[in-house]
């Protein structure tokens, strides 16, 4: 089937991108009725919901994820067009996005800083979640994965850094507890639970008995408030505990976490993307 109206999948992109019909209308200069119009269109001949309709505004389905990439690519290979018949393809401009675990955003911010300085016409995004965002479907330009070496066809993954970890506790815990010496030591003390997919908490959970856990929590600021408060020992990786905690046990090779940076295939060589990835490496 041959798309007869490339103005309805860009208008579709749009929606994916921002959630709402107000907002596309916005961005694309035209009355929010025109966007239902060409959202209304797609979808009949297409035969499939792009959107599922809620009271905040517009979520894309599978279908509308998929529309979302192909609108993504497109975008990015005609600013690379026009800025190759212009003569201008060292002039970067438009969004770009990079996602990270929240953990992370403290390694990727510095990268962006100087991203921004050497490119200001770039919009930068950085979105920090625990799901993972699907490059496939245009939702970032460049991920920074952890653990296991990233397997998702049409992915361009690359080595980025390796993080170590290390126990930490706050002087008030280790004053009532005292210090751990052996890891027989660990069982007859209190843990703050954190990413239980990463490989220093798999060896903590076969180290000690589950009820030695006593506080679990999904987001890294929350762990540092506990350990800071002294509920118990929790890893931390190096640079990320302040000078209210102090280290309980050094790093270790198998605490170690390894980051990826993977890109996928169809905008890997565009030059934005490629003075993302110089940046973070730069950096570290």
């Not at 694309?28 to 792009?50: M, S």
């Not at 992370?104 to 490119?119: C, I």
């Not at 850094?161 to 008030?172: F, M, S």
């Not at 600021?221 to 890893?235: Q, S």
Request: charged share 20%; net charge negative.
């Amino acid at each position: 089937m041959a798309f007869e109206n490339w103005d309805e999948i860009r208008t579709a992109y749009h929606v994916a991108k921002v959630g709402t019909v107000s907002g596309a209308a916005e961005v694309l200069g035209v009355h929010h009725a025109t966007v239902i119009r060409h959202i209304d269109a797609l979808e009949h001949r297409l035969g499939a919901k792009l959107f599922q309709r809620h009271a905040r505004g517009y979520t894309a389905t599978d279908a509308g994820r998929q529309v979302l990439q192909v609108g993504q690519t497109t975008e990015d290979q005609l600013n690379q067009l026009a800025a190759r018949i212009t003569g201008a393809a060292d002039e970067m401009a438009g969004d770009l996005t990079i996602t990270a675990l929240p953990s992370l955003a403290g390694l990727v911010v510095p990268a962006l800083a100087a991203l921004h300085r050497d490119h200001p016409g770039l919009n930068l995004r950085l979105l920090t979640d625990t799901r993972v965002f699907r490059l496939e479907y245009g939702e970032a330009h460049v991920a920074i994965r952890a653990g296991s070496r990233p397997t998702e066809p049409d992915n361009i993954v690359q080595p980025f850094v390796t993080l170590d970890a290390a126990l930490y506790a706050a002087p008030e815990y280790v004053e009532r507890h005292g210090m751990p010496q052996t890891d027989s030591d660990l069982a007859a003390h209190q843990f703050v639970a954190f990413d239980a997919r990463a490989p220093f908490m798999r060896w903590l959970m076969a180290q000690v008995p589950a009820e030695q856990i006593v506080l679990h929590v999904n987001d890294v600021a929350a762990k540092n408030t506990a350990l800071t408060a002294g509920i118990g020992i929790g890893f931390c990786f190096a640079g990320e505990a302040d000078g209210s905690l102090i280290q309980v046990m050094p790093p270790r090779p198998e605490w170690a976490v390894p980051l990826w940076l993977v890109t996928h295939v169809d905008l890997h060589r565009t030059p934005k993307v490629q003075a993302a990835l110089s940046a973070l490496k730069h950096q570290h």
